[in-house]
């Protein structure tokens, strides 16, 4: 039988349309479109709450806990507390929770990031009641059985674990963060396969990291196509039993403030080759003072791939890294609530990437000498910004940006606000930015034929 809250669907949607007015300015409609996107936020029954309501039969709803790797105390918690979601609560057994979401026509799902761990449920938007109570019911009344961790959690870690022994560029991005970061951000998304898990690793281990990581100050909920009236009524309802602080006998979730450190690692690899060359980036937008939008600009401006169909783009490194067509190059920037890493990733052939990486300090020096043309600046300016309001727009990336936002800075994920700060970015700024990757220590961290790839010195960085 299905959950008490069930409501019945009417099989009508009303979908407003809104009315469409002559463009009069070529630009002036980003401002537009991404006021609509902006979230409503809130608090019930002591829990952070964010949602918008977008035209749709569908809904997005999420539950976003700080709990990502950076906080977990031993290796594992995190994925286990992950693939413990949606497994047998004191309410319902998993075969039950499974087949009211297939009755209902829905999908439900859990993952983790360095420093979120989401669970996510898309379904019917007359459904919101249920899934809210189905959220709340799992991260309070989760049973964390042994059966289940053995048979299916613990199997599931030990795949992922083996997944990552033949990607190169996860490897690399995972070692990357490591040198940078050491603890804290540095932890792997995944354990290593020679990670000891049964050493630290069990039931009662994550059912502890679980009561700590879901508290009312420690989790959000976000929610896309619902208003916010009905989302904060039935999270008042469905989230009382949710404990305001983590039992006074268990350690408090907490990391340390995060250093850049630098550094290089290699690791061969027979089957592919990655190298990534990062330097110290900037925190989300929902940090604050220590958000600088400048380091997106020159991502951009950096590149390597363009986005532009039959086109090498407009990026430096697109440009230079030319002559070595058996190398990809993209220049990505990941952003955490009190840092980020700029960081510049390499796939290919080993010769070709040996050639290409050395194009990256010939780069960065000429942006720092001032030799980037107006054009190619306020192009890498429109191109940022479109990245940036893309992931807001986005329903995923956009729900944990501004889940983990409410819950470490109090503050959504506000596309408008973000549009303006990467608009107010002058030439001057990113000039500087240049300066001080280039004048101080990078991570580089190679995985592949260490025999053909660079180290770092050969290539002019310091580390």
């Not at 039969?57 to 976003?64: D, E, K, Q």
């Not at 995190?78 to 297939?102: D, Q």
């Not at 991260?139 to 795949?159: A, D, M, N, P, S």
């Not at 429109?382 to 409410?406: P, Y």
Request: charged share 20%.
């Amino acid at each position: 039988m299905l959950g008490r809250t069930l409501v019945r669907r009417s099989g009508h949607f009303a979908l407003s349309r809104p009315s469409h007015n002559p463009v009069t300015h070529a630009r002036c409609f980003t401002a537009a479109a991404s006021g609509t996107f902006n979230y409503d936020v809130g608090d019930a029954a002591g829990v952070k709450t964010a949602s918008r309501n977008l035209s749709g039969p569908t809904t997005t709803l999420s539950v976003v806990a700080r709990a990502g790797t950076r906080y977990q105390s031993l290796p594992g918690l995190a994925e286990g507390l992950e693939k413990f979601a949606f497994k047998s609560t004191h309410k319902r057994s998993a075969l039950r929770i499974n087949r009211e979401c297939e009755l209902l026509g829905s999908e439900i799902s859990a993952y983790h990031s360095r420093e979120n761990l989401v669970l996510r449920a898309r379904f019917l938007r007359d459904d919101l009641p249920y899934f809210v109570e189905l959220l709340g019911e799992v991260i309070t009344q989760t049973r964390y059985t042994g059966h289940e961790f053995r048979e299916e959690v613990l199997h599931g870690i030990k795949l992922a674990q083996k997944g990552l022994l033949g990607k190169a560029k996860e490897m690399a991005i995972n070692s990357a963060h490591g040198v940078a970061f050491h603890r804290g951000l540095g932890t792997p998304l995944h354990p290593t396969s020679s990670t000891p898990l049964t050493k630290y690793l069990d039931e009662d281990h994550i059912a502890d990291y679980g009561s700590v990581a879901y508290t009312k100050s420690n989790c959000a909920v976000v929610a896309n196509g619902a208003t916010h009236a009905d989302l904060s009524k039935w999270v008042g309802q469905f989230f009382t039993e949710l404990p305001s602080t983590p039992p006074s006998n268990l350690p408090k979730l907490q990391s340390s403030p995060t250093n850049y450190y630098g550094g290089e690692e290699r690791i061969a690899h027979d089957s592919a080759n990655t190298m990534i060359v990062a330097f110290p980036g900037s925190s989300s937008y929902t940090a604050g003072g220590s958000y600088k939008p400048e380091v997106n600009v020159l991502a951009a401006l950096l590149g390597g791939q363009s986005s532009i169909k039959w086109s090498p783009g407009f990026s430096l490194l697109a440009k230079r890294s030319a002559p070595y067509p058996g190398a990809h190059v993209e220049t990505s920037h990941s952003a955490y609530s009190d840092a980020g890493l700029l960081h510049i990733t390499f796939t290919g052939s080993a010769k070709d990437i040996r050639g290409a990486s050395g194009e990256v300090v010939k780069a960065l020096k000429s942006v720092a000498a001032g030799e980037t043309s107006k054009e190619d600046i306020s192009k890498a300016v429109a191109l940022a910004k479109f990245r940036a309001l893309e992931a807001g727009q986005d329903v995923n990336a956009g729900i944990e940006l501004t889940g983990s936002g409410l819950v470490q800075q109090g503050k959504a994920y506000q596309m408008d606000e973000i549009a303006k700060s990467i608009d107010s970015v002058k030439a001057d700024k990113i000039q500087q930015a240049a300066k001080s990757l280039i004048s101080g220590k990078a991570t580089v961290s190679t995985v592949g034929d260490l025999y053909v790839l660079p180290f770092a010195e050969e290539i002019g960085l310091l580390v």
